[in-house]
């Protein structure tokens, strides 16, 4: 298995907090990748990086920023959940290939 | 832009007998096409990949996929259906930035 945490792996929250999601890699992967899974939509993409520092947005990026200080570590940050962002957040990460390897989710519910 | 389109989003087959979930694409370019298998309360795992190589392609766990350019399908088979088939299936498209562009899913159910 591709090496990459997710955390946390659950959390609830209420709306108008921040949330910081993290994803950590050991595989020295150049792309990373945040999306989000919704039923009847199946995985969509929030942002992504190809370097430290270089980020571009997906297909649903309101609402949501990243950063990546790190080769190993990429965040996804909502600055003020609300509850259309309750979902399943994924992590995946990239290299030659254009395979993505996937972290285990991270289940946020905003109340 | 691109999309993929998953013909089913429910499939029930019985144990032993053959599965096929349908994947259509489109894409202005050469694609790369995958499959996905997600269990409940898991990630995503690789089953097989088409990057422009052999048009039929073998993933694991018996399952493999043909590429028709002409009719702009990835279909997914297998030839006889195991209870820990049970999943989600994801077709994805490789895009420009190396993202993937997912399918909506198909649910199959196995049945003994």
């Known amino acids: 298995d591709a090496g990459i945490t997710q955390s946390p792996r659950h959390k609830v929250t209420e709306t108008g907090t921040p949330v910081t999601l993290r994803c950590h890699q050991t595989?020295?992967?150049?792309?990373m990748y945040w999306y989000r899974q919704d039923p009847g939509h199946g995985l969509r993409l929030i942002h992504y990086?190809?370097?430290?520092?270089?980020?571009d947005k997906g297909e649903v990026s309101d609402g949501y920023s990243v950063s990546r200080s790190k080769t190993e570590d990429f965040l996804l940050t909502l600055e003020s959940a609300t509850s259309s962002q309750t979902s399943v957040y994924f992590c995946?990460?990239?290299?030659?290939?254009?395979?993505?390897?996937f972290g285990e989710g991270s289940r946020l519910t905003v109340l | 832009a691109q999309s993929v389109t998953q013909l089913d989003s429910h499939v029930s087959v019985s144990e032993g007998t053959p599965v096929l979930l349908r994947c259509n694409y489109s894409?202005?370019?050469?694609?790369?096409l995958f499959w996905y298998v997600q269990h409940p309360n898991k990630g995503l795992q690789l089953l097989l990949k088409?990057?422009?190589?052999?048009?039929l392609v073998k993933g694991i766990n018996g399952f493999e996929a043909e590429f028709k350019k002409s009719e702009t399908s990835f279909h997914l088979t297998k030839p006889s259906a195991h209870m820990s088939d049970a999943a989600e299936y994801f077709c994805?498209?490789?895009?420009?930035?190396?993202?993937?562009?997912f399918g909506s899913g198909t649910q199959l159910t196995v049945l003994p």
């Open positions: 894409s202005s370019y050469s694609p790369s």
């Open positions: 995946a990460i990239s290299e030659g290939s254009r395979e993505l390897f």
């Open positions: 088409y990057t422009s190589a052999a048009t």
């Open positions: 994805a498209l490789s895009g420009s930035a190396r993202q993937l562009t």
């Open positions: 595989e020295n992967h150049r792309y």
């Open positions: 990086s190809y370097g430290v520092k270089d980020t």
